[in-house]
Protein backbone atom coordinates (compact mmCIF):
# COMPACT_ATOMS: atom_id res chain seq x y z
CA UNK A 1 0.00 0.00 0.00
CA UNK A 2 1.63 3.23 -0.91
CA UNK A 3 2.62 5.75 2.08
CA UNK A 4 1.88 8.94 1.83
CA UNK A 5 1.58 12.16 4.01
CA UNK A 6 0.07 16.20 3.37
CA UNK A 7 2.43 19.15 4.12
CA UNK A 8 0.40 22.01 4.76
CA UNK A 9 -2.92 21.67 6.38
CA UNK A 10 -4.70 24.85 5.70
CA UNK A 11 -8.19 24.58 4.33
CA UNK A 12 -7.39 23.11 0.78
CA UNK A 13 -4.36 20.52 2.91
CA UNK A 14 -7.13 19.67 4.56
CA UNK A 15 -9.54 18.69 2.07
CA UNK A 16 -6.69 16.67 0.85
CA UNK A 17 -6.46 14.97 4.42
CA UNK A 18 -10.32 14.15 4.61
CA UNK A 19 -10.12 12.20 1.13
CA UNK A 20 -6.93 10.66 1.48
CA UNK A 21 -8.27 8.68 4.81
CA UNK A 22 -10.75 6.79 2.46
CA UNK A 23 -8.90 5.77 -0.29
CA UNK A 24 -6.30 2.86 -0.86
CA UNK A 25 -3.42 4.08 0.91
CA UNK A 26 -1.98 4.57 4.08
CA UNK A 27 -2.26 8.38 5.44
CA UNK A 28 0.75 8.30 7.34
CA UNK A 29 0.68 11.55 8.64
CA UNK A 30 0.30 15.38 8.04
CA UNK A 31 2.12 18.71 8.63
CA UNK A 32 1.56 22.33 9.15
CA UNK A 33 3.54 25.01 11.29
CA UNK A 34 0.11 25.46 12.85
CA UNK A 35 0.03 23.25 16.14
CA UNK A 36 -3.74 23.41 16.79
CA UNK A 37 -4.66 22.92 12.95
CA UNK A 38 -1.74 19.78 12.94
CA UNK A 39 -3.48 18.11 16.63
CA UNK A 40 -7.08 18.84 15.28
CA UNK A 41 -6.40 17.28 12.08
CA UNK A 42 -4.42 14.47 13.29
CA UNK A 43 -7.08 13.79 16.37
CA UNK A 44 -9.91 13.60 13.62
CA UNK A 45 -8.44 11.29 10.83
CA UNK A 46 -6.51 8.74 13.07
CA UNK A 47 -3.10 10.12 11.49
CA UNK A 48 0.54 11.40 13.26
CA UNK A 49 0.80 15.06 13.04
CA UNK A 50 4.19 17.44 12.99
CA UNK A 51 5.45 20.77 12.85
CA UNK A 52 8.17 19.96 10.68
CA UNK A 53 7.52 18.47 7.15
CA UNK A 54 11.16 16.65 7.42
CA UNK A 55 10.06 15.00 10.48
CA UNK A 56 6.62 13.35 8.08
CA UNK A 57 9.52 12.33 5.83
CA UNK A 58 11.70 10.57 7.82
CA UNK A 59 8.66 8.48 8.93
CA UNK A 60 8.82 6.72 5.36
CA UNK A 61 6.50 7.99 2.85
CA UNK A 62 6.53 7.08 -1.17
CA UNK A 63 4.77 10.31 -2.16
CA UNK A 64 3.42 13.75 -0.59
CA UNK A 65 0.46 16.30 -1.49
CA UNK A 66 2.05 19.86 -1.30
CA UNK A 67 -0.31 22.39 -0.05
CA UNK A 68 1.90 25.25 1.61
CA UNK A 69 2.22 28.53 0.47
CA UNK A 70 3.42 28.77 -3.49
CA UNK A 71 6.73 30.57 -2.20
CA UNK A 72 7.69 27.59 -0.60
CA UNK A 73 6.82 25.17 -3.17
CA UNK A 74 10.25 25.04 -4.49
CA UNK A 75 12.01 24.00 -1.07
CA UNK A 76 9.32 21.44 -0.24
CA UNK A 77 9.35 19.87 -3.77
CA UNK A 78 13.68 20.10 -3.74
CA UNK A 79 13.31 18.14 -0.01
CA UNK A 80 10.95 15.33 -1.33
CA UNK A 81 12.60 14.91 -4.55
CA UNK A 82 16.41 14.74 -2.59
CA UNK A 83 14.91 11.57 -0.40
CA UNK A 84 12.93 10.25 -3.39
CA UNK A 85 9.38 10.86 -2.77
CA UNK A 86 7.14 11.15 -5.68
CA UNK A 87 4.83 14.44 -5.58
CA UNK A 88 1.65 16.02 -6.50
CA UNK A 89 2.40 19.97 -5.73
CA UNK A 90 -0.72 22.08 -5.65
CA UNK A 91 -1.42 24.63 -8.18
CA UNK A 92 0.72 26.85 -9.38
CA UNK A 93 3.44 24.59 -8.86
CA UNK A 94 5.75 27.29 -8.16
CA UNK A 95 6.24 31.03 -7.71
CA UNK A 96 8.43 31.76 -10.31
CA UNK A 97 8.76 29.90 -13.78
CA UNK A 98 12.37 29.70 -12.89
CA UNK A 99 11.79 27.83 -9.68
CA UNK A 100 8.81 25.69 -11.80
CA UNK A 101 11.44 24.76 -14.39
CA UNK A 102 14.13 23.91 -11.85
CA UNK A 103 11.60 21.57 -9.92
CA UNK A 104 10.68 19.55 -12.98
CA UNK A 105 14.57 19.31 -13.99
CA UNK A 106 15.33 17.94 -11.05
CA UNK A 107 12.04 15.88 -10.68
CA UNK A 108 12.99 13.93 -13.95
CA UNK A 109 16.75 13.49 -13.62
CA UNK A 110 16.11 11.37 -10.20
CA UNK A 111 13.05 9.55 -11.14
CA UNK A 112 10.50 11.52 -9.34
CA UNK A 113 7.01 11.36 -10.66
CA UNK A 114 5.51 14.55 -10.11
CA UNK A 115 1.69 16.05 -10.93
CA UNK A 116 0.43 19.64 -10.28
CA UNK A 117 -3.17 19.91 -8.84
CA UNK A 118 -5.01 21.89 -11.25
CA UNK A 119 -8.40 20.86 -9.76
CA UNK A 120 -10.69 22.03 -12.29
CA UNK A 121 -9.97 19.61 -14.85
CA UNK A 122 -11.48 16.80 -12.85
CA UNK A 123 -14.69 18.44 -12.66
CA UNK A 124 -17.11 15.84 -14.03
CA UNK A 125 -19.12 18.77 -16.17
CA UNK A 126 -15.12 20.00 -17.80
CA UNK A 127 -14.74 16.25 -18.54
CA UNK A 128 -17.75 15.68 -20.15
CA UNK A 129 -16.88 18.46 -22.14
CA UNK A 130 -13.95 17.45 -23.36
CA UNK A 131 -15.86 14.25 -24.72
CA UNK A 132 -17.56 16.72 -26.35
CA UNK A 133 -14.54 18.92 -27.52
CA UNK A 134 -12.77 15.98 -28.73
CA UNK A 135 -15.40 13.76 -30.92
CA UNK A 136 -16.47 17.27 -32.84
CA UNK A 137 -19.96 17.03 -32.28
CA UNK A 138 -19.60 20.66 -31.54
CA UNK A 139 -17.85 21.15 -34.48
CA UNK A 140 -14.30 23.66 -34.33
CA UNK A 141 -14.15 25.71 -31.39
CA UNK A 142 -14.16 29.30 -31.90
CA UNK A 143 -13.73 30.93 -28.44
CA UNK A 144 -14.48 30.13 -25.14
CA UNK A 145 -15.06 32.51 -22.24
CA UNK A 146 -15.03 32.15 -18.46
CA UNK A 147 -16.31 34.27 -15.20
CA UNK A 148 -14.63 32.98 -11.52
CA UNK A 149 -15.49 35.97 -9.24
CA UNK A 150 -16.39 36.41 -5.77
CA UNK A 151 -15.54 37.78 -2.49
CA UNK A 152 -12.53 38.24 -0.89
CA UNK A 153 -10.76 35.87 1.02
CA UNK A 154 -8.50 37.45 3.77
CA UNK A 155 -6.24 34.23 3.75
CA UNK A 156 -4.93 35.14 0.30
CA UNK A 157 -1.84 37.34 0.78
CA UNK A 158 0.82 35.67 -1.44
CA UNK A 159 -1.08 36.42 -4.57
CA UNK A 160 -2.98 38.11 -6.65
CA UNK A 161 -6.20 37.23 -8.74
CA UNK A 162 -4.34 36.06 -11.79
CA UNK A 163 -2.73 33.63 -10.28
CA UNK A 164 -4.63 32.97 -7.54
CA UNK A 165 -8.23 32.14 -9.77
CA UNK A 166 -7.52 33.01 -13.38
CA UNK A 167 -4.77 30.51 -13.40
CA UNK A 168 -7.27 27.46 -13.18
CA UNK A 169 -9.01 28.82 -16.34
CA UNK A 170 -5.51 29.18 -18.28
CA UNK A 171 -5.33 25.75 -17.80
CA UNK A 172 -8.47 24.30 -18.21
CA UNK A 173 -9.12 26.13 -21.77
CA UNK A 174 -5.27 24.54 -22.45
CA UNK A 175 -6.50 21.45 -21.67
CA UNK A 176 -9.60 21.46 -23.69
CA UNK A 177 -8.06 22.48 -26.62
CA UNK A 178 -5.43 20.65 -26.16
CA UNK A 179 -3.16 23.53 -27.32
CA UNK A 180 -0.92 26.01 -25.99
CA UNK A 181 -1.33 30.09 -25.45
CA UNK A 182 -0.01 31.91 -27.86
CA UNK A 183 -0.31 35.52 -27.22
CA UNK A 184 -2.04 37.23 -24.09
CA UNK A 185 -2.80 40.45 -23.12
CA UNK A 186 -4.72 41.71 -19.49
CA UNK A 187 -6.14 44.71 -18.12
CA UNK A 188 -7.02 45.02 -14.55
CA UNK A 189 -5.99 47.10 -11.07
CA UNK A 190 -5.44 46.69 -7.13
CA UNK A 191 -8.18 47.78 -4.61
CA UNK A 192 -8.55 45.69 -1.60
CA UNK A 193 -5.09 43.85 -2.03
CA UNK A 194 -1.27 43.95 -2.21
CA UNK A 195 -1.53 42.60 -5.69
CA UNK A 196 -3.78 42.92 -8.67
CA UNK A 197 -7.33 41.88 -7.27
CA UNK A 198 -9.60 42.09 -10.81
CA UNK A 199 -8.35 41.30 -13.91
CA UNK A 200 -9.73 40.41 -17.77
CA UNK A 201 -7.64 37.89 -19.91
CA UNK A 202 -7.35 37.73 -23.27
CA UNK A 203 -5.67 34.97 -24.70
CA UNK A 204 -4.91 33.29 -28.54
CA UNK A 205 -4.45 29.72 -28.97
CA UNK A 206 -2.15 28.20 -32.02
CA UNK A 207 -5.55 27.22 -33.69
CA UNK A 208 -6.28 31.03 -33.86
CA UNK A 209 -9.07 30.20 -31.10
CA UNK A 210 -8.96 32.92 -28.68
CA UNK A 211 -10.22 32.75 -24.67
CA UNK A 212 -10.84 35.39 -22.64
CA UNK A 213 -11.04 35.11 -18.79
CA UNK A 214 -13.35 37.58 -16.27
CA UNK A 215 -12.04 37.01 -13.58
CA UNK A 216 -11.95 39.20 -9.34
CA UNK A 217 -12.36 39.60 -5.72
CA UNK A 218 -15.13 42.13 -6.09
CA UNK A 219 -18.37 40.40 -6.51
CA UNK A 220 -20.49 39.07 -3.28
CA UNK A 221 -21.82 36.11 -5.30
CA UNK A 222 -20.06 33.60 -6.37
CA UNK A 223 -19.71 32.59 -9.74
CA UNK A 224 -17.69 29.99 -11.61
CA UNK A 225 -18.60 29.48 -14.97
CA UNK A 226 -16.94 28.63 -18.79
CA UNK A 227 -18.97 29.37 -22.45
CA UNK A 228 -17.72 27.38 -25.52
CA UNK A 229 -18.51 28.71 -28.85
CA UNK A 230 -18.09 26.10 -31.23
CA UNK A 231 -19.30 26.51 -35.09
CA UNK A 232 -22.25 23.78 -34.61
CA UNK A 233 -23.08 24.53 -30.94
CA UNK A 234 -22.32 26.70 -27.74
CA UNK A 235 -21.56 24.57 -24.36
CA UNK A 236 -21.92 26.37 -21.29
CA UNK A 237 -20.34 24.62 -17.54
CA UNK A 238 -21.74 25.62 -14.04
CA UNK A 239 -18.62 24.36 -12.06
CA UNK A 240 -20.19 24.93 -9.07
CA UNK A 241 -23.36 22.96 -9.88
CA UNK A 242 -21.37 20.75 -12.11
CA UNK A 243 -24.02 21.24 -15.21
CA UNK A 244 -23.26 21.39 -18.63
CA UNK A 245 -25.76 22.83 -21.09
CA UNK A 246 -25.40 22.28 -24.79
CA UNK A 247 -27.16 24.60 -27.54
CA UNK A 248 -27.24 23.82 -31.36
CA UNK A 249 -29.81 25.31 -33.87
CA UNK A 250 -32.36 22.99 -32.79
CA UNK A 251 -32.21 21.46 -29.48
CA UNK A 252 -30.84 22.92 -25.76
CA UNK A 253 -30.26 20.15 -23.94
CA UNK A 254 -28.15 19.07 -20.59
CA UNK A 255 -25.58 16.61 -20.32
CA UNK A 256 -26.10 13.89 -17.85
CA UNK A 257 -23.43 14.27 -15.15
CA UNK A 258 -22.43 11.88 -12.77
CA UNK A 259 -21.59 14.38 -9.42
CA UNK A 260 -18.69 13.62 -7.84
CA UNK A 261 -15.65 15.73 -5.73
CA UNK A 262 -13.34 16.79 -8.43
CA UNK A 263 -10.42 16.57 -5.64
CA UNK A 264 -11.42 12.86 -5.15
CA UNK A 265 -11.25 11.99 -8.79
CA UNK A 266 -8.13 14.14 -8.58
CA UNK A 267 -6.50 12.17 -5.93
CA UNK A 268 -7.49 8.79 -7.83
CA UNK A 269 -6.16 10.07 -10.78
CA UNK A 270 -2.70 10.58 -8.81
CA UNK A 271 -2.56 7.06 -6.97
CA UNK A 272 -3.38 5.08 -10.31
CA UNK A 273 -0.45 7.29 -11.46
CA UNK A 274 2.08 6.27 -8.81
CA UNK A 275 0.67 2.68 -8.85
CA UNK A 276 0.40 1.81 -12.57
CA UNK A 277 2.96 3.91 -13.75
CA UNK A 278 0.26 6.10 -16.48
CA UNK A 279 0.55 9.70 -16.99
CA UNK A 280 0.73 12.28 -14.94
CA UNK A 281 -3.45 13.53 -14.05
CA UNK A 282 -1.26 16.52 -14.81
CA UNK A 283 2.29 16.74 -15.87
CA UNK A 284 4.56 19.16 -14.30
CA UNK A 285 5.21 21.03 -18.08
CA UNK A 286 1.23 22.09 -18.35
CA UNK A 287 1.58 23.27 -14.91
CA UNK A 288 4.28 25.13 -15.86
CA UNK A 289 2.64 26.76 -19.06
CA UNK A 290 -0.03 28.04 -17.08
CA UNK A 291 1.93 29.79 -14.47
CA UNK A 292 3.88 31.48 -17.13
CA UNK A 293 0.80 32.57 -19.28
CA UNK A 294 -0.33 33.90 -15.52
CA UNK A 295 2.58 35.73 -14.76
CA UNK A 296 2.62 36.75 -18.69
CA UNK A 297 -0.61 38.20 -17.94
CA UNK A 298 0.12 39.96 -14.91
CA UNK A 299 3.27 41.66 -17.06
CA UNK A 300 0.66 42.87 -19.73
CA UNK A 301 -1.46 44.40 -17.11
CA UNK A 302 1.46 46.33 -15.50
CA UNK A 303 3.41 47.46 -18.85
CA UNK A 304 0.06 47.21 -21.08
CA UNK A 305 1.34 45.26 -23.64
CA UNK A 306 1.12 41.68 -25.66
CA UNK A 307 2.95 39.07 -24.26
CA UNK A 308 4.42 36.64 -27.03
CA UNK A 309 4.40 33.20 -24.63
CA UNK A 310 7.96 31.08 -25.09
CA UNK A 311 6.61 27.25 -23.81
CA UNK A 312 5.53 25.46 -26.25
Known amino acids: ?81 DNGVDILVEKPIADTVENGKEIITKAK ?10 IER ?30 YNPRIRDVGIIVDLGVHDIDIMSFL ?4 VKTVYATGGKRIHPFEDFATILMTFGNSCTGLIDT ?39 AKIERREPLSLELECFI ?3 KKDTAPPV ?7 ALEVAISAIDSC ?4 IINIKSK
Not at 39 to 55: A, I, M, P, V
Not at 109 to 118: D, P
Not at 283 to 289: N, P, Q, R
Request: charged residues 30%; aromatic residues 6%.
Open 302 to 305: VNNK
Open 216 to 254: NWHTPHKVRSLTVVADKGIAEVDYIDQKLILYDKEWVKE
Open 177 to 180: LEEK
Open 122 to 151: FNPAIQKLKEIIKNESLGKVVTMSSKRVGP
Open 109 to 118: KEGIKISVGH
Open 1 to 81: MIKIGVIGAGVMGGHHIRNLSCMDVELVGLSDIDKNRVSELSENFNTKGFLDYKELVKEGIDAAVVAVPTKLHKPVCDYLI
Open 272 to 274: NYL
Open 283 to 289: SGEDGLH
